[in-house]
């Protein structure tokens, strides 16, 4: 069973600056796809970034591009969020997710695990 667990959320005003980290136990970390998707209050949890096996490939919504940087050490068994550049319409719980396939990435129903979420608020 594998286990997520993020961390590096905050409070950061606009503009600013936030790392996020995603520590992942109990599996293989170098056999999942992983990938960042984030939930404001009242809206379905929607895609930010993935990132292959081996990080040869890195995919981003929109809205990311740019700004945001998806990064993995399989040696720490931990997935990385870099985030610049911050907007207010940021604002969202952010959660790392695990999977074995590449497939549909930037859907959530494909992801097997997840973790418990760390909150981003940025103030403007």
């Known amino acids: 069973q594998v286990r997520l667990v993020e961390s590096g959320g905050g409070l950061v005003q606009a503009g600013g600056s936030l790392r996020l980290s995603c520590a992942s136990s109990g599996g293989t970390f170098s056999t999942y796809v992983m990938g960042w998707f984030r939930q404001a209050p009242g809206k379905e949890r929607e895609f930010v970034a993935a990132?292959?096996?081996?990080?040869?490939?890195?995919y981003y919504r929109d809205s990311a591009k740019g700004r945001f940087t998806i990064s993995r050490d399989n040696a720490k068994n931990t997935v990385y969020l870099q985030m610049n550049s911050l907007k207010p319409e940021d604002t969202a719980v952010y959660y790392c997710a695990a999977r074995q396939y590449l497939g549909d990435y930037d859907r959530p129903n494909g992801y097997n695990y997840w973790g418990q979420g760390t909150q981003v608020t940025v103030s403007s």
């Open positions: 990132i292959t096996w081996t990080g040869g490939r890195t």
